[in-house]
Structures are given as C-alpha cells and as structure tokens.
C-alpha cells in the first residue's frame, strides 16, 4: 500500500514537472513570437519609411529634372555647363556627345561603365545601340537596290517562298514595318546566322488586321539581314564589317557575339520607378539572345562611331542621296522608315532599349548636327529620348555654341 502511494506521488510529481517544463517552454514560444512579431513590425515601419525617402528623393530629383528640361537655355552660360546641369539632374549614366555644324560640341562620360571594377564611362565606352542597327541594316538593303540586286517592290515571296501571304508583303513594307509578320517565339538555343534565319521564316506569323499599318515587329528586319545574306553571298556579319566598319574606319564597333572591347558597358537594369543609380542588378544576356537579333540589335558602338554611321549615310557616303532620300521616306500610316523616325523634314529620331542599355539619337537630315545620348542603365523613370530632344532642340535654335 505504501509502495502504490509512493508510486502515485512520483506520478504526480513528474506529471507536475513535466506540465511545468511544458509551460515554460509555451511562454518561451510566445515571447520568441511576440519578439519576431516586434522585429518584423520593426523592419516594416523601418522599409517604409525608407521608401517614403526614396520616394520624396525620387519627386524632387524628378521635379528638378523635369524644371531644367522646361527651362529654356542661356546663349549667355556655357555648353558644357548646361548640358551637365541636366544630365546630372537626369541622374544619367552612360555617354553624351553634341555635334553642330560637323564640330564636337560636347563630349562627355557620367557614372560608370563597370560598377564593380569602378570603371567609369567616357569618350571611348561602347555601349549597345539596339535597335539603332535597323537604321544601319536598312542602308544595307539600299545598298544592294543601289547595286540593282533587289527592288523595293520584290515581293518577301521571291526571297522566302514558304512565308504566308508572301506574296502581299514588299521589301519597302518591311523597312516600314507594316507587313503584318510577327514571330511567335524566339529560339531557346544560340544558332548561327543561316539557322536563325530559317527559325525565323519558320516561325513567323501574319496578321492580315495589321497588314498594311505601322506595327512593330522586328522579325522584319531580321528577315532583311536574311536578304543581304542571299544577296551578297556572304553573311550578314561580314557584309556588315565590309560596308560599315571598314568603309568608315569604325575603330569603336563591334558585334556582341564576338569577343567584346575593354571599352564595352555592362549593363543594368533599374526598378520601374527608380531614379537614382545603385548598379544593381547587373542585366544578363544570353548567347541565344544575342545570335537572335541579328540585323536588329547586336551591335556595340562608342558615340562617336554611331554618330559617323548616322552622318555618313545622311551625307550620301554610302548612298546616293537621292536613295537616302526613299530610305527615308515616312510611310502613309507612320513615321517610322527605313529603320528609324522621320519627325520632320529636317530631324530624324533613332530609339533602342533593351538589356540594360539604350541609346536614343536626333540628328539633322544632312547628317551635320546630332545629339546622342547611349547609357548602360536601363531605368523606365527617366526619358531618354525627351532630354535628347531637348538638347537637340536648344542646340537648332541658337542656344548651344
């Protein structure tokens, strides 16, 4: 009996215990949950208020930017200064350079080429000028009009005979790009030019609601990239090099499918309202992507070489003017021609963007005053295009010397 007794209080002496440690390590759980819920509500008032800085910093920076962009110049203050003041106030990474009347008026670097080495932009970087190659894949095909090896009027047809409505779609359609031909899917793989070109016939679509109006499709011109393969009979790259690169003595050009310049950009992509240049994240490019714009988008240039290019056809050094003339000659339901922007008589628009890099051009119609503007960031809260306009403009009417 004593022994059921003894047995029974060391029963209820452990239950004891055990219902002890128990709630002692229920009220460590709470007070670790209590802390965590603390902690977080912390970094969360923490986050917010940091995102209300950055937010009031990114207003004024941009009232700032948008102030000095309405702002006409002063012919009393100096080129330098003013064009400074707003890229600065742009928060502008990447390369500017202003020609008047043939003369470099301004040449400048801002922020950095390579974050990570603290490599800095200047004179000499290159950066990738994206679809701006249109421009220079279209003065191709006008080379070869030119040489009477094709016609603006051949038919996509005589060219490629298994793309639907071939028949419906002109040489002239596609440099304007109102064929209706969009590509379904890109290639997954890096494939030699010959390949991407046939993944591209294979896989291009038509839309007969578009056909016949402007819409934007760059399978377009890779198809044309296609064309200069089969007419000059040899390939895109090689053309390209013969007729621009070596015909202008470009020292600061390439292909980003080569081995790249010490002077290439990295790029780097920027949040959708971010303003100020942290460097990160670093923007990718795979070799896929790379093989795949061909004639649309694969060419690293400084912005003196790109500026050349543009001058050059413009000048008729690679073309009778009056071919540079029908190059560019605006389409009925658009501006875009011959791989760029007719704004007017007298100005030309070019616009690129993509893996982290843009680069965006006005220049005069006979190719002796231009602004170019090429950056390795690539941040939708800032217009580029806009403040090239504006340099652009101030520089037309007197303001810059």
């Known amino acids: 009996m004593k022994q059921w007794k003894l047995g029974l209080v060391m029963l209820a002496g452990i239950v004891l215990i055990g219902a002890g440690v128990g709630y002692r390590h229920y009220e460590q759980h709470q007070a670790a949950v209590v802390l965590q819920k603390k902690q977080a509500a912390t970094k969360r008032a923490k986050a917010s208020k940091r995102a209300a800085r950055v937010k009031r910093e990114t207003v004024k920076k941009r009232k700032l930017a948008e102030k000095i962009n309405a702002d006409p110049f002063s012919k009393t203050e100096s080129t330098n200064q003013q064009i400074t003041s707003m890229l600065d106030a742009d928060q502008f990474v990447g390369t500017a350079l202003v020609v008047k009347d043939n003369k470099v008026i301004y040449q400048k670097g801002f922020g950095y080429a390579d974050y990570a080495k603290k490599v800095k932009n200047g004179p000499h970087s290159m950066f990738q000028i994206l679809s701006i190659q249109k421009s220079l894949t279209a003065a191709g095909i006008m080379q070869l009009v030119q040489a009477g090896k094709i016609k603006l009027s051949d038919k996509l047809s005589k060219y490629y005979p298994s793309i639907t409505h071939g028949d419906d779609i002109t040489i002239r359609m596609m440099l304007d790009m109102s064929t209706g031909?969009?590509?379904?899917?890109?290639?997954?793989?890096?494939?030699?030019?010959?390949?991407?070109?046939?993944?591209?016939v294979t896989n291009a679509t038509y839309n007969s609601k578009i056909h016949g109006t402007f819409n934007y499709a760059p399978v377009n011109f890779l198809l044309l990239a296609g064309i200069i393969r089969q007419q000059?009979?040899?390939?895109?790259?090689?053309?390209?090099?013969?007729?621009?690169?070596?015909?202008?003595?470009?020292?600061?050009?390439?292909?980003?499918?080569?081995?790249?310049?010490?002077?290439?950009?990295?790029?780097?992509?920027?949040?959708?309202?971010?303003?100020?240049?942290?460097?990160?994240?670093?923007?990718?490019?795979?070799?896929?992507?790379?093989?795949?714009?061909?004639?649309?988008?694969?060419?690293?240039?400084?912005?003196?070489?790109?500026?050349?290019?543009?001058?050059?056809?413009?000048?008729?050094?690679?073309?009778?003017?009056?071919?540079?003339?029908?190059?560019?000659?605006?389409?009925?339901?658009?501006?875009?021609?011959?791989?760029?922007?007719?704004?007017?008589?007298?100005?030309?628009?070019?616009?690129?963007?993509?893996?982290?890099?843009?680069?965006?051009?006005?220049?005069?119609?006979?190719?002796?005053?231009?602004?170019?503007?090429?950056?390795?960031?690539?941040?939708?809260?800032?217009?580029?295009?806009?403040?090239?306009?504006?340099?652009?403009?101030?520089?037309?009417?007197?303001?810059?010397?």
């Open 181 to 200: 031909l969009q590509l379904k899917k890109a290639p997954e793989t890096a494939l030699p030019e010959n390949q991407v070109v046939n993944f591209a």
């Open 232 to 401: 000059s009979g040899v390939s895109y790259k090689q053309y390209f090099k013969k007729h621009f690169i070596q015909k202008l003595n470009l020292q600061e050009t390439g292909f980003v499918t080569d081995k790249l310049s010490e002077n290439a950009t990295k790029g780097y992509f920027a949040t959708k309202t971010q303003v100020n240049a942290d460097y990160t994240p670093e923007a990718t490019e795979s070799r896929a992507q790379m093989t795949y714009e061909l004639g649309t988008g694969q060419i690293f240039m400084s912005a003196s070489d790109l500026f050349k290019s543009e001058a050059a056809i413009l000048k008729g050094r690679l073309l009778s003017k009056a071919n540079v003339d029908i190059l560019h000659t605006r389409s009925a339901t658009g501006p875009y021609a011959g791989g760029l922007y007719r704004i007017s008589s007298k100005t030309l628009r070019l616009h690129g963007v993509g893996y982290g890099q843009e680069s965006a051009v006005m220049i005069s119609n006979d190719g002796k005053n231009g602004v170019v503007l090429l950056s390795n960031y690539g941040r939708q809260a800032l217009n580029m295009p806009g403040t090239t306009s504006k340099i652009y403009e101030e520089m037309m009417q007197g303001n810059l010397n």
